[in-house]
């Protein structure tokens, strides 16, 4: 008899794609099937096996879609099939989750589940927008209160959550019942001046307070042009704002662009200051498994020193190295040179220290920097690096008449999809970070083809090397293209810091 596998009802949190749990993470990359709500965060997906069955169970207005009881037939059949499968849900399972709902049909057909919390927008929206749901002195508790899905959400059922004046009350799912909300809420006593705030899209990078009174709550949400998801808090803590104003760039929305690794390094770096952070890691590394053979048929017995100028490189090279009939002793003669600190710290942990690491961190200085001080003793010189990188490398070692080889061991392209939800979020950002041209190229193509209006026209652009900043100027004009100084996360930061004063 086939294994029953296990139901995960997993909590996907309430927006932002850094709040979701390590365990919930870890579950929807082992995951053999992922059945999943309308996510804000649908990026999350992209965490999932390739070879995972994704199938979409939410809700869109006006069309058709699964009923409860078909989502449970589902999930059961999912499991007796012996699959692991993760029920991904926005916010907690079990906060207007119908999570229970999922759980019971499951207890019934004696299918193993497992409940993994989330962080529910019922807190966090607001709490993103610097309003605590309690208070000391001011609200002693709160209530969550569902403002959809029944016929009966008239006046008189919002008027009975009026009495307590130390209470703040969460409407989740509330855009469409403001009016009910806020005449129900006064026909119950509240008073009419009690403060409100909408929060909309909390905890994205599209998230906006809007606050206002019971009284002008309708007319604050028609001006505004409201829209889901948004949560609806009201009482005295909807007057207050705790949102630290005092960081370097507080207020600020910053796009990073690259790989995983380039992003997640920026990201780090910009959160410190207090940035809003849209991760666009859409661009994705393909290695070139021909050229990387050639670097190995080439050999290094007559090599100087080994050129490399991303961390990518790096990790690329030892990886085939491992792999390949040569071990260490073959680069005891084999210097290296590397683009910048991060590069050195890749190569450290693969046990090498970098023989050069120029002051200023691009291509550019690598070779000038080197020329000066070691033209005499280079004799065979071999790059390691993306395709599509700088020429001015080959330049200079030509001029020099130094033995040049240039193997362009990889090449990064964008993911359609991912670079999709980046781009459609990108006209509310002040800055983007490139540190490509590819990754300047797939996005502004991307908009011209899909008619995106992507950057808004303040919008600037920080990039790391001079062919990127050059491909962007191309774009958007130079005037809105800042040059980072080095190739490193921290002189992004203060490539950004020093064009906002």
């Given at each position: 008899?086939?294994?029953?596998?296990?139901?995960?009802?997993?909590?996907?949190?309430?927006?932002?794609?850094?709040?979701?749990?390590?365990?919930?993470?870890?579950?929807?990359?082992?995951?053999?099937?992922?059945?999943?709500?309308?996510?804000?965060?649908?990026?999350?997906?992209?965490?999932?096996?390739?070879?995972?069955?994704?199938?979409?169970?939410?809700?869109?207005?006006?069309?058709?879609?699964?009923?409860?009881?078909?989502?449970?037939?589902?999930?059961?059949?999912?499991?007796?099939?012996?699959?692991?499968?993760?029920?991904?849900?926005?916010?907690?399972?079990?906060?207007?989750?119908?999570?229970?709902?999922?759980?019971?049909?499951?207890?019934?057909?004696?299918?193993?589940?497992?409940?993994?919390?989330?962080?529910?927008?019922?807190?966090?929206?607001?709490?993103?927008?610097?309003?605590?749901?309690?208070?000391?002195?001011?609200?002693?508790?709160?209530?969550?209160?569902?403002?959809?899905?029944?016929?009966?959400?008239?006046?008189?059922?919002?008027?009975?959550?009026?009495?307590?004046?130390?209470?703040?009350?969460?409407?989740?799912?509330?855009?469409?019942?403001?009016?009910?909300?806020?005449?129900?809420?006064?026909?119950?006593?509240?008073?009419?001046?009690?403060?409100?705030?909408?929060?909309?899209?909390?905890?994205?990078?599209?998230?906006?307070?809007?606050?206002?009174?019971?009284?002008?709550?309708?007319?604050?949400?028609?001006?505004?042009?409201?829209?889901?998801?948004?949560?609806?808090?009201?009482?005295?803590?909807?007057?207050?704002?705790?949102?630290?104003?005092?960081?370097?760039?507080?207020?600020?929305?910053?796009?990073?662009?690259?790989?995983?690794?380039?992003?997640?390094?920026?990201?780090?770096?910009?959160?410190?200051?207090?940035?809003?952070?849209?991760?666009?890691?859409?661009?994705?590394?393909?290695?070139?498994?021909?050229?990387?053979?050639?670097?190995?048929?080439?050999?290094?017995?007559?090599?100087?020193?080994?050129?490399?100028?991303?961390?990518?490189?790096?990790?690329?090279?030892?990886?085939?190295?491992?792999?390949?009939?040569?071990?260490?002793?073959?680069?005891?003669?084999?210097?290296?040179?590397?683009?910048?600190?991060?590069?050195?710290?890749?190569?450290?942990?693969?046990?090498?220290?970098?023989?050069?690491?120029?002051?200023?961190?691009?291509?550019?200085?690598?070779?000038?920097?080197?020329?000066?001080?070691?033209?005499?003793?280079?004799k065979n010189v071999i790059a390691l690096r993306a395709e599509g990188g700088s020429k001015e490398m080959n330049a200079i070692f030509e001029a020099e008449n130094i033995q040049f080889k240039d193997f362009c061991i990889y090449r990064?392209?964008?993911?359609?999809?991912?670079?999709?939800?980046?781009?459609?979020?990108?006209?509310?950002?002040?800055?983007?970070?490139?540190?490509?041209?590819?990754?300047?190229?797939?996005?502004?193509?991307?908009?011209?083809?899909?008619?995106?209006?992507?950057?808004?026209?303040?919008?600037?652009?920080?990039?790391?090397?001079?062919?990127?900043?050059?491909?962007?100027?191309?774009?958007?004009?130079?005037?809105?293209?800042?040059?980072?100084?080095?190739?490193?996360?921290?002189?992004?930061?203060?490539?950004?810091?020093?064009?906002?004063?």
């Amino acid at each position: 008899m086939k294994k029953i596998g296990t139901v995960y009802l997993v909590g996907a949190g309430p927006g932002a794609d850094d709040l979701i749990t390590l365990r919930a993470l870890s579950l929807l990359k082992s995951a053999d099937v992922v059945i999943y709500d309308n996510l804000s965060s649908a990026s999350l997906l992209f965490e999932c096996r390739e070879d995972c069955e994704k199938i979409f169970a939410g809700k869109i207005a006006g069309h058709k879609c699964n009923s409860q009881d078909e989502i449970n037939a589902l999930l059961c059949q999912k499991a007796k099939e012996g699959k692991m499968v993760v029920r991904l849900k926005g916010g907690d399972p079990f906060v207007f989750g119908r999570g229970g709902e999922e759980a019971a049909a499951l207890e019934k057909e004696g299918v193993p589940y497992c409940v993994v919390p989330g962080v529910t927008s019922a807190i966090s929206a607001a709490e993103s927008e610097g309003i605590p749901v309690t208070h000391r002195n001011v609200a002693r508790s709160f209530r969550v209160i569902t403002a959809h899905g029944s016929s009966c959400l008239d006046e008189a059922y919002f008027s009975q959550f009026a009495k307590n004046e130390e209470e703040t009350l969460v409407f989740l799912m509330g855009v469409s019942s403001l009016e009910n909300i806020s005449k129900g809420l006064i026909a119950g006593g509240m008073k009419s001046d009690t403060p409100c705030s909408i929060v909309e899209s909390g905890t994205t990078i599209k998230s906006r307070r809007i606050d206002a009174t019971l009284e002008t709550l309708v007319l604050r949400a028609k001006e505004e042009c409201v829209s889901s998801p948004a949560v609806v808090v009201v009482g005295k803590t909807a007057a207050l704002n705790f949102k630290s104003s005092a960081f370097s760039l507080s207020g600020k929305k910053i796009g990073i662009t690259g790989t995983s690794q380039i992003v997640e390094k920026q990201r780090k770096a910009f959160f410190e200051t207090g940035a809003q952070i849209l991760s666009g890691a859409f661009m994705k590394i393909n290695v070139d498994e021909k050229v990387i053979e050639d670097v190995f048929r080439f050999g290094f017995s007559d090599v100087d020193w080994i050129f490399f100028t991303s961390s990518s490189a790096v990790n690329l090279f030892f990886d085939a190295f491992e792999a390949s009939e040569y071990d260490l002793r073959s680069l005891f003669d084999v210097k290296f040179a590397v683009v910048g600190g991060e590069t050195a710290k890749t190569l450290r942990k693969r046990g090498f220290k970098a023989d050069f690491v120029p002051k200023n961190a691009n291509s550019e200085s690598l070779s000038k920097e080197f020329v000066q001080k070691f033209e005499k003793n280079a004799k065979n010189v071999i790059a390691l690096r993306a395709e599509g990188g700088s020429k001015e490398m080959n330049a200079i070692f030509e001029a020099e008449n130094i033995q040049f080889k240039d193997f362009c061991i990889y090449r990064t392209k964008a993911d359609s999809d991912l670079l999709s939800l980046f781009a459609k979020s990108s006209d509310v950002l002040d800055f983007v970070a490139f540190s490509s041209s590819s990754a300047v190229r797939a996005f502004f193509d991307y908009c011209r083809e899909t008619k995106i209006d992507g950057l808004k026209e303040s919008a600037k652009a920080v990039c790391i090397g001079k062919a990127t900043f050059e491909t962007c100027a191309k774009e958007i004009g130079e005037k809105r293209c800042i040059l980072a100084k080095n190739c490193t996360a921290e002189s992004m930061v203060d490539a950004v810091l020093q064009n906002i004063f």
